[in-house]
Each structure stands twice: as structure tokens, then as C-alpha cells.
């Protein structure tokens, strides 16, 4: 749920709502008490600087976690239509710039309450918004037809939400086997958890996750009854069935069980009856739950009290449960047999008619298919031929040509369109067949169904959006990526999306995701307008105490140390570490579906370390803050709150710490007391929407931002594909004031789209760490602002290494690893033309006499004339076992289930850091299935001689390390762990 309070002290007592995100006016305990559940991602509302400054300070001192957003006046309410579960307004503390209760209701979700506060008085007001729109079955309980009739449903603008894990598909494994909206939530049955993320795709279980369907947030989480592998059932079927009330799963071979949709308890578990079968599909229709399995049809009241039962021959023959093998519109259910088409009534399961078709090929191939129900009739495809029949006695009512194979994953290639069928760009009258013109041309790409509403269609693959007039050109809308073979869902007025990095169609967000309508204003607007920036009292410390030691290399003053992001150091290596120092930096989030959230989204914990100047700075995620530490004792010098979270850790630079946040905003603070210098909102407009466990803003800044030639340089935005693209722009180090903003626009391949990332300098200019093929656009040569000629790094070529890497958060596996050997390049470190860095794959990526990298996770070393060299060749796909370039060393890790989290090279001595797995750390197999939580995972940081691969120290540790977790200076490391904790070692 997502509970958003506008309040001055509200009164919170005898609210039932228990989760969401809050928004408050500052000064009051509201958030404070909301964030300090784990219950509620909190958003905090004020009208000006001084309230923003207070608020944060009250949150710093509680280890609340809550954004912040500044607004001088509250027309329109920054979120979007129906997302908040909770309001609480303070009109009288607001005054003239308290927004209008119309207002406030336009952001609240079905179900959802106003504390409206007025006149002194406190009163509760509930949502006037209802529940629209249901997709209760695997492809909407339809029987292989995406479509729905939800009158919310509009033509995607823009996200509504993202979700963890931010994940793309695995080789190994399905992401998402099932989703269906009903009741307001939106439930998936996955085997890609937060829990498991890391685990083999075979070793993952599979899931029921329960979300808010207004705004993402975590309901709840059931493990699936069975292991649908063991019975032998296929991916992408209707595992799932949502009623109002209940979600229904296969229990085993002859069972389903019922869970309650409002807390994810069991309820009750009902007997399928009949010989052993292989579950297919659950469907609700009505006020039924149909269940398919190979053994026939059975249909239950949502109390499981058996209705009737029928008994078919094998329903899917040669393809499995990806074929059509039914059709059901409330009244009729029409099956595929074998070589007979039969209807049977929803009522009482006795059959309305059979038509002998054709029997199958050879091997079971169909050599006709069921294609879709409308207006009072089937459709069926043979070869050449398109044929309706009636749904009253079965009769054949028309047929006309249509060219091309039967579509070979079994989905349809006509559908249902207001009232009529179409198909190849025309549409027929149900009942006559006649031709009423042109349609848009919706067919099955490969894998995926189209998504059909009665004014529009997305096509599949390319997420194209076509208009129920062929004329109408309608605004594509590359953001929604239709996942393969049909996970999709659309309810509650909005359309489901799924992230996914399969070779046929690139996502252009991460995790799961919610789209729907948004103001044009904010979608379409002016990358040019003019960026509003706050100063502050702050002061950069002189420049006598701020020296600048990262010139010599020997200190860390940003992320990955340097411009090149090469993580490598001229500095004393350690020979004999011992810690010096630790502290708590940032505590565990207390457990509730914010600290779930955070944690798949990438958004918990610390996501990095510099240090410079005598400052440690933390980037801590967790509790969407920046804090800094003193470098002798590891004692905190200040903490200072943001307006959401951040993903990279901060630069150091002339007594200044300078950040971009995920609120849209970049920061300059004080390095000596982090007071506030300036701070300039990049975002284009203040809009916000619930992101991975906090309140974000639709256009977030990246961390890590870079200081050249007296300007900040700072990239903001979410995809190049998305809400506008993603802006790079130039700021003033003194001022904070813009100097220019320039689009960054993606030159070819994944379908044009790059997510903005950590800017690196690349041999041909600057280049996105992640996705380095994408150019960022440099300045005139005659204009001042223009990034220094140094910024190139000297390793060439390095760009074309990395240009696959499209690792997230969570460096889930990419659908096409690095050189075919699973090279991680967002963490290779180099220096001195050699490159340090890990693969782990199944495929060899050396190629000598001597040795291959055939363990699971592995480090290597190389030389950067090689690695480049054999990175720009790639071949098309299929690579070889020993395919790639020659390697100086390689020595093997650990198992599958560790987790490399940072490489670096310091002087003559290379460093990996890695996350055990808890049951390699020594757990028992037993103990940690039984109980995962309560093993803990452990952490090593190794050693070795960057000339010869000589084992050198080793540090051990009781935590787990985070993501680049590790930096060094001279002669110390520091390391970020699972744990919160930061650690310090110096040599003995």
C-alpha cells in the first residue's frame, strides 16, 4: 500500500491502513512514526527550505528513513493518479498553499483514505476512486487472447511504478511464470526472488508474490505449493487464478490450494479428483475457478465446493502448455481436442456441441488452432484458411483465405477487436465474415501475444502502439517491454510490464513495472527550462586543509577512484592487514515491505565508499542519505537526508562533496560539516513515483558525478527511451548554476536505448559505464565548458570490452555475457595496460594450452591490447568453449552461489572481494534451506600479484560485501559490508 501524508502532527490512531508511502508537511511526528514502522516508504511534503533543513535533521537523529521533496505551492500534487493508499493533509498548517481535497483524491487508490485536517478538526474521508479492471487468469482468463475491457485503461505515457528485482531473464530460467490482477492486487508466480536472486536458475523455487497493483507495493509472499517442475509442467501457463478474494495454485498433481488474496495465508486446499494429471491452467470466469490438467476440466466455487467435471484426452500434444487449448467468455468454455473442437457451458459443464476437425501431424503437430471468441463466435486457423463457427450449436458461419504457416509457439494470429476478428491489417464481422476494413496488424511476435484494449494494441516485440483506427497514429511508447510468452497483466487502470535482456526485445526499465497515463506537461518537457537551485550557508573547507593528495593517485576521491573508472591506484599495498577501525554506518532497515523492496531494487544498505581529504563518505541507500566519516577513527562527522535515495557513492573534490540523488536533484555539501553550498534540480519537472522501495523522482540523477574544468558534470534521467530521454548537463562548481544541458541520444543496437549510468571517460570521449556504445555529446572545442582532453583514459579500446554489460543492481546474469564468458565488465580494474578482473560462465574464456577458467567464478588478469582486441571481434552468437584472448593469469574463486562485488588494483597488487554464499561459509545444507535467514552469508577479500598471480593476503569476514564495496588509499582499505558496517585495515 502506499500512504501518502500532507500533515502537521496528524492523529494516526484507528487507521487501518498499515503499509504505503507518506508524504508530510515538516514539524510534525507523522513521519517520523510512519517511517520508523518498516511499513510505509515515506515521502515528506514541504513548502520551503528551512521546513526541508528541519525535517531532515529530525529524520538524520531517529535513523528514520524518509524523502523529501520541496514545493512553494500545491496546485498539483507531484505523484500520479490513484497511488496512495493513505493521505494526510494539514490544511490549516498549509494554509493558502494547501492543495484542494478534488487534488488529493486524484492521487488516492481504490481503498483508500483521506485525514483531512481543518478548521481544527480532523475528519476521514475514503477514496471516491474504485476498483476498475481485473485480469484474473494467465492472458486474462480469456484462453490465449490478451485483451481487456478495463475502462481506466489509456495509452501509456509514462511508468507508474517499478518494483524489484531489477533483473533481466536468465538463460537458465523463466523470471515470471504467471500474473493476474483481481482485488486491487497484482500477483505473480516467479522464480527470480530477492531472496534467491543469486541462486542457479534450477535451485530457485518458485514463488507467489502479492503486490498493491496501484503502486507495487509487497502484500505479501508464499512459497508455491509445488514444484511444478517435478510435475512435469512447462513454463508460462496459468498457475495462477485471482478471484476478489482468494488466489488459487496448484497443490501437487491432484490438489489446488486457496490463499487469502489479503494476506497471503492458506485457507483451504480442495481435491481435484481422478487419475494422476500434469497441471495447465487455472482460470476464473465469473464466479468459477476453472482447472485444467491433462486429464480434463473442473470447475469450483471460490469456496472450493466442486461444480462439475469433465474428462478429455491430452489437451496439449507436441508444444505443452504455451498452446492454445481453450477458450471462455463467462458462458462458453470452447476446448481444443486432438481432432475435435468442443464447447461446454460455464453453468453446469455439460457440452453445447462437438466438430470434427483435423486430425494432428505427424509428432502432434496441430494442423488447426483456436484463435479467439467474439461476437457470438469461434475463430480457427488451418492452413490457408481463417474459419468462424457459432458459439450457440457449433455451425460454420464463414471462411476466408489466410496466407502463412500456423504461428509456431501456438499463439494466435487473429484476435478479438471490437466486436469483430482481425487479422494481417483487416477486420471481419464476427457473424458474416464480411470485410469492415482496415485493422492494425496486432500478430504474435515469435513468443509474446500483442496487448489489446478497444482503443489501442502494443505489439509485442516491438512495444509498438497501434490505434483501433488504422488512420490514427498513435505515440510509441518504448518503455513497456511485453514479456515473453505472456506473463502480462493489465488491471486497476494500469498495464504490467517485466524487465527483460533477451536477445529479441531489450527492456528500457528495470524490474517490474506499471505504465499508464500522465500530464503531457511532464512526459514532453523542455529539456531547456530553466533549473531552479537552493544555496545554502555552507562553505568549502581552504584549500590548505582540502590537499589535493588524489592528484598523486594515492586517495579514492570518487567513484572507481578516477574519471577512466579503472579502480586503479598508484599507492603501498597492504602485506599484513589488520582493521583499524569499524563502525555502523547504516543500520538494518526494520523488516516490512520497505526493507524488502529496497533490498531487490538495489536501494538497501551502502552502495559505496570515497574517500579523500580526511573524509570517508558513505552513500547510504538504505536510508537515502549521504554520511561522512573521519578517515583516523572511522567517528561520523555529519549525516545529511535526501529527497530520495542514491546509487553511486559521492566525489570528494576541494573541500566539497558533490552527488547526484535519486530525487533529480545534485548536491554540492561542505566537506568539513556537510552543511548545504547548493543544490540544482536537474529533473525537468518535480514529479514523483513509488521506485524500488522509496518515493523517487520519474527523471533521477546518478550519483557518482565527475569534476572537470570547474564544472560539475551530472547526468540525469532513467533510459534514453523513456519520459523524455537522458539529459547530461554542465553546472558551475561555485554556484551550482546550469551551464548547458544536451540530450544523450543512443547510436543502434538493443533496440536504441541506453540506461543512464556513471559517466566514463572512453577513447573517444565520454561513454557510460554500463553501456559504453552510447556516446555522450561533448560541447563545441571552442566552448569553454568543455570537458578537459585528459579525461581519456589511456587503456583504448576498453569501451568496445565493456559494450555488453547491461548489469544491474543486483548483477543479475545477462542474456549475452561478456565475450561469451560471463566477464562482468562494470567491475574490471586496470592500470599499467593490464586489466584485473572475474568471468563466470560455463564457456572457457582463455585460450592456451594450460589452462581454461571452467569454475564457476573465476579471476583473471590480461593485456589490454588483447582483451580489447578480441572483445571488437565477437562472433555473432554460438562462441566456442575456448573462445577469447590469452591470459597472463587466472585462478578460480568459488562456487556458483558467491557473489564478486568489487576488483581493484593498488600498486603491484590486485584485490577481488567477494560475498559466500552462507552454505560454503561452512552452514549446513539443512540449516540454510531451513532457515535462510538465519545463516549468514560471509565475506573474503583476497590477494594476488598483479605480475604473476601470486596468492598475497587474505581478510575474512563476518559479513557479506556490498556492490564495489572496496577502495583503497595509501596503505589502507576500506570495505563496505552487508551488515552496514564499514570497515577499515591498514597493514600491521
Request: no cysteine.
Given at each position: 500500500m502506499l500512504s501518502v501524508a500532507v500533515a502537521a502532527d496528524p492523529a494516526l490512531a484507528g487507521l487501518t491502513i498499515d503499509r504505503g508511502v507518506a508524504l508530510s508537511v515538516p514539524g510534525s511526528k507523522t513521519t517520523i512514526e510512519l517511517a520508523s514502522s518498516g511499513r510505509f516508504v515515506v515521502h515528506a511534503l514541504v513548502v520551503d527550505e528551512a521546513a526541508r533543513a528541519s525535517l531532515a535533521a529530525q529524520l538524520a537523529a531517529a535513523e528514520s528513513s524518509a524523502g523529501i521533496v520541496q514545493s512553494d505551492a500545491l496546485p498539483r500534487l507531484p505523484y500520479g493518479d490513484r497511488i496512495a493508499n493513505l493521505v494526510v493533509c494539514d490544511a490549516d498548517a498549509l494554509g493558502g498553499k494547501a492543495p484542494t481535497q478534488a487534488e488529493v483524491q486524484r492521487v488516492l487508490a481504490p481503498?483508500?483514505?483521506?485525514?483531512?485536517?481543518?478548521?481544527?478538526?480532523?475528519?476521514?474521508?475514503?477514496?471516491?476512486?474504485?476498483?476498475?479492471?481485473?485480469?484474473?487468469?494467465?492472458?486474462?482468463?480469456?484462453?490465449?487472447?490478451?485483451?481487456?475491457?478495463?475502462p481506466l485503461i489509456t495509452l501509456p505515457l509514462a511508468a507508474r511504478w517499478l518494483d524489484g528485482p531489477v533483473i533481466g531473464q536468465t538463460p537458465a530460467g523463466v523470471d515470471i511464470w504467471c500474473s493476474v490482477v483481481n482485488g486491487g492486487r497484482y500477483v505473480q508466480v516467479t522464480n527470480i526472488d530477492e531472496a534467491n536472486v543469486h541462486a542457479p536458475a534450477r535451485q530457485r523455487p518458485l514463488w507467489i508474490v502479492a503486490r498493491d497493483a496501484s503502486n507495487g507495493t509487497r502484500l505479501w509472499r508464499q512459497r508455491y505449493p509445488t514444484d511444478l517442475s517435478a510435475q512435469k509442467a512447462l513454463p508460462w501457463g496459468g498457475y495462477i487464478a485471482a478471484s476478489p478474494r482468494c488466489i488459487f495454485a496448484f497443490a501437487g498433481s491432484d490438489q489446488v490450494a486457496a490463499f487469502d488474496g489479503a494476506t497471503g495465508a492458506e485457507i483451504r486446499r480442495f481435491a481435484l479428483g481422478g487419475p494422476r494429471r500434469i497441471p495447465g491452467h487455472l482460470v476464473w470466469q465469473g464466479d468459477r475457478l476453472l482447472a485444467q490438467t491433462t486429464a480434463g476440466w473442473s470447475a469450483f466455487a471460490e469456496d472450493g465446493t466442486p461444480a462439475w467435471s469433465i474428462v478429455t484426452k491430452d489437451l496439449w500434444p507436441g508444444w505443452g502448455a504455451a498452446m492454445i487449448t481453450?477458450?471462455?467468455?463467462?458462458?462458453?468454455?470452447?476446448?481444443?481436442?486432438?481432432?475435435?473442437?468442443?464447447?461446454?457451458?460455464?453453468?453446469?459443464?455439460?457440452?453445447?456441441?462437438?466438430?470434427a476437425m483435423s486430425a494432428p501431424g505427424d509428432r502432434g503437430v496441430r494442423t488447426w488452432q483456436l484463435q479467439a471468441l467474439s461476437g457470438g463466435s469461434?475463430?480457427?486457423?488451418?492452413?490457408?484458411?481463417?474459419?468462424?463457427?457459432?458459439?450457440?450449436?457449433?455451425?460454420?458461419?464463414?471462411?476466408?483465405?489466410?496466407?502463412?504457416?500456423?504461428?509456431?509457439?501456438?499463439?494466435?494470429?487473429?484476435?478479438?477487436?471490437?466486436?469483430?476478428?482481425?487479422?494481417?491489417?483487416?477486420?471481419?464481422?464476427?457473424?458474416t465474415g464480411a470485410d469492415l476494413g482496415g485493422a492494425p496488424n496486432a500478430s504474435v511476435d515469435r513468443c509474446t501475444l500483442p496487448l489489446l484494449t478497444s482503443t489501442f494494441h502494443i505489439s509485442s516485440h516491438s512495444s509498438h502502439v497501434g490505434s483501433a483506427d488504422p488512420k490514427q497514429r498513435l505515440p510509441g511508447y518504448a518503455a513497456l517491454r511485453l514479456s515473453c510468452n505472456s506473463a502480462n497483466a493489465v488491471g486497476s487502470g494500469l498495464i504490467f510490464g517485466i524487465a527483460s535482456d533477451c536477445m529479441c526485445n531489450a527492456s528500457h526499465l528495470?524490474?517490474?513495472?506499471?505504465?499508464?497515463?500522465?500530464?503531457?506537461?511532464?512526459?514532453?518537457?523542455?529539456?531547456?527550462?530553466?533549473?531552479?537551485?537552493?544555496?545554502?550557508?555552507?562553505?568549502?573547507?581552504?584549500?590548505?586543509?582540502?590537499?589535493p593528495a588524489a592528484a598523486s593517485g594515492k586517495e579514492w576521491p570518487m567513484f572507481r577512484q578516477n574519471i577512466q573508472r579503472s579502480a586503479g591506484l598508484d599507492a603501498a599495498p597492504l602485506r599484513s592487514p589488520a582493521q583499524l577501525w569499524s563502525v555502523a554506518a547504516s543500520p538494518s532497515l526494520v523488516p516490512g515491505p520497505v526493507a524488502v523492496s529496497r533490498a531487490a531494487g538495489g536501494q538497501a544498505g551502502i552502495r559505496g565508499l570515497t574517500c579523500a581529504e580526511g573524509l570517508v563518505c558513505v552513500a547510504d541507500a538504505g536510508h537515502q542519505r549521504v554520511l561522512g566519516l573521519d578517515v583516523g577513527d572511522g567517528r561520523r562527522r555529519w549525516a545529511v537526508q535526501l529527497g530520495a535515495g542514491l546509487d553511486t557513492p559521492p566525489t570528494i573534490h576541494a573541500g566539497r562533496v558533490l552527488f547526484g540523488a535519486l530525487d533529480g536533484w545534485v548536491w554540492c555539501l561542505a566537506a568539513t560539516d556537510g552543511a548545504l553550498i547548493w543544490r540544482t534540480r536537474l529533473a525537468p519537472a518535480e514529479d514523483f513515483l513509488p521506485a524500488y522501495g522509496q518515493v523517487a523522482s520519474r527523471w533521477p540523477v546518478v550519483g557518482a558525478v565527475t569534476v572537470a574544468d570547474g564544472l560539475v558534470l551530472a547526468s540525469v534521467g532513467r533510459s534514453t527511451?523513456?519520459?523524455?530521454?537522458?539529459?547530461?548537463?554542465?553546472?558551475?562548481?561555485?554556484?551550482?548554476?546550469?551551464?548547458?544541458?544536451?540530450?544523450i541520444n543512443p547510436v543502434g543496437g538493443r533496440e536504441s536505448r541506453s540506461f543512464n549510468d556513471v559517466l566514463i571517460a572512453g577513447g573517444r570521449g565520454l561513454r557510460f559505464l554500463g553501456q559504453p556504445a552510447t556516446p555522450v555529446p561533448a560541447p563545441a572545442a571552442q566552448e569553454k565548458e568543455s570537458p578537459s582532453d585528459t579525461l581519456v583514459p589511456a587503456v583504448e579500446g576498453l569501451a568496445n570490452f565493456v559494450r555488453n554489460d547491461q548489469d544491474a543492481a543486483l548483477h543479475g546474469y545477462t542474456w549475452a555475457p561478456m565475450l561469451y564468458g560471463g566477464i562482468r565488465g562494470r567491475l574490471l580494474?586496470?592500470?599499467?595496460?593490464?586489466?584485473?578482473?572475474?568471468?563466470?560462465?560455463?564457456?572457457?574464456?582463455?585460450?592456451?594450452?594450460?589452462?581454461?577458467?571452467?569454475?564457476?567464478?573465476?579471476?583473471f588478469m590480461a593485456p589490454a591490447d588483447l582483451v580489447s582486441s578480441?572483445?571488437?571481434n565477437l562472433p555473432a552468437k554460438n562462441a566456442p568453449a575456448d573462445y577469447g584472448p590469452p591470459t597472463a593469469w587466472s585462478r578460480p574463486l568459488g562456487a556458483t552461489s558467491d557473489r564478486l562485488q568489487a576488483c581493484l588494483v593498488v600498486g603491484d597488487t590486485a584485490w577481488a572481494a567477494w560475498t559466500v554464499a552462507p552454505a560454503a561459509s561452512g552452514a549446513a545444507d539443512a540449516a540454510a534451506a531451513a532457515a535462510p535467514a538465519a545463516v549468514r552469508e560471509t565475506g573474503r577479500i583476497a590477494s594476488w600479484k598483479l605480475a604473476d598471480g601470486t596468492p598475497g593476503p587474505i581478510i575474512d569476514l563476518d559479513a557479506g560485501l556490498m556492490r564495489d564495496g572496496l577502495i583503497a588509499t595509501d596503505g589502507r582499505l576500506y570495505a563496505a559490508c552487508s551488515d552496514g558496517s564499514v570497515r577499515c585495515f591498514h597493514d600491521r
Open positions: 481503498g483508500g483514505v483521506l485525514r483531512w485536517h481543518q478548521g481544527g478538526t480532523w475528519t476521514t474521508i475514503a477514496a471516491s476512486a474504485t476498483a476498475s479492471g481485473i485480469w484474473p487468469s494467465f492472458d486474462g482468463g480469456r484462453g490465449s487472447m490478451a485483451s481487456t475491457d478495463d481453450h477458450l471462455a467468455d463467462h458462458q462458453v468454455l470452447v476446448l481444443q481436442e486432438g481432432d475435435r473442437m468442443r464447447a461446454f457451458n460455464l453453468a453446469d459443464g455439460t457440452e453445447r456441441w462437438s466438430v469461434v475463430a480457427v486457423r488451418t492452413q490457408g484458411e481463417l474459419t468462424a463457427y457459432s458459439l450457440v450449436d457449433g455451425l460454420k458461419r464463414w471462411t476466408v483465405a489466410a496466407t502463412g504457416n500456423l504461428p509456431f509457439t501456438g499463439r494466435p494470429d487473429t484476435y478479438a477487436w471490437n466486436g469483430g476478428f482481425a487479422r494481417a491489417g483487416k477486420k471481419f464481422d464476427a457473424v528495470r524490474g517490474i513495472t506499471a505504465h499508464g497515463s500522465a500530464p503531457a506537461a511532464l512526459i514532453q518537457a523542455d529539456p531547456q527550462t530553466p533549473r531552479p537551485t537552493v544555496r545554502g550557508a555552507g562553505k568549502p573547507a581552504p584549500a590548505a586543509s582540502s590537499a527511451a523513456v519520459d523524455g530521454g537522458v539529459l547530461l548537463a554542465a553546472l558551475d562548481l561555485d554556484t551550482g548554476a546550469v551551464r548547458w544541458i544536451r540530450p580494474a586496470w592500470r599499467d595496460q593490464r586489466i584485473f578482473g572475474f568471468a563466470r560462465h560455463s564457456y572457457a574464456w582463455i585460450n592456451n594450452s594450460t589452462t581454461q577458467l571452467k569454475d564457476p567464478l573465476a579471476v578480441a572483445a571488437s
